[in-house]
C-alpha cells in the first residue's frame, strides 16, 4: 500500500469514526435537535417517520461499529461494520429523499456514504477477508484426486 493510500484509508476511516461515534452518542442520549434534520435527534427522527426508539438501536450499532473498525484483526466484524454504515447512510439518504427534503440535508449522510467506500476500498491487507478463493488457486493440486479430475469410468458426452 502506497503512503498517499495509507493517509487517504486514514483520514476517510477516522472521519467515519468521528461522524459515526458523535451521531451515536446524540442518538443514544435523544438528543431534541429542534430544527435539524441531519444528523437526526428526535427531532429528525419523527420528521423523517421513523419511532423514537430506533435512535437506540441506530446509536448502539453505530457506536459498537467504531469500535469493530477500528480495533486491529477481525475482518469479517470490519466487513460487517462497513456494511452496516453503508446501509445506515444508504438508507439516510432515501429517507431524506423519500419526505422530500431540499439536498442540503443529503450532505451529511453522502459525504459519510463517500468516506465509508473509500475507507473500504484502501483498507490494509491485514484488515481484509481472504477470499476462499484467492486461498484455494493459490496452491495448485494436480493430484488425479482434485475437485476439476475426471471420476470414474465416465465416457464423455456424446461419444
Known amino acids: 500500500m502506497s503512503k498517499t493510500n495509507k493517509i487517504i484509508y486514514w483520514i476517510s476511516s477516522l472521519w467515519i469514526a468521528a461522524g459515526m461515534l458523535s ?37 448502539i450499532w453505530k457506536i459498537l461499529g467504531v469500535v469493530a473498525m477500528l480495533i486491529p484483526k477481525f475482518p469479517l466484524l470490519k466487513e460487517w461494520a462497513y456494511a452496516g454504515f453503508f446501509f445506515a447512510m444508504s438508507g439516510a439518504i432515501y429517507s431524506h429523499v423519500a419526505v422530500g427534503d431540499p439536498a442540503k ?23 481484509k477477508l481472504v477470499s476462499v478463493n484467492e486461498h484455494s488457486h493459490a496452491r495448485e493440486d494436480t493430484s488425479p484426486n482434485s475437485a476439476t479430475a475426471p471420476h470414474g469410468n465416465h465416457a464423455p458426452v456424446g461419444a
Open 105 to 127: 440535508e443529503l450532505f451529511p449522510a453522502s459525504l459519510l456514504l463517500v468516506m465509508i467506500v473509500i475507507s473500504w476500498y484502501l483498507r490494509p491487507a491485514d484488515r
Open 23 to 59: 451521531s451515536g452518542v446524540l442518538q443514544l442520549l435523544k438528543v431534541q435537535g429542534t430544527g435539524t434534520v441531519s444528523p437526526p435527534g428526535v427531532f429528525g427522527m419523527t420528521h423523517l417517520g421513523y419511532p423514537i426508539y430506533f435512535l437506540t438501536i441506530l446509536g
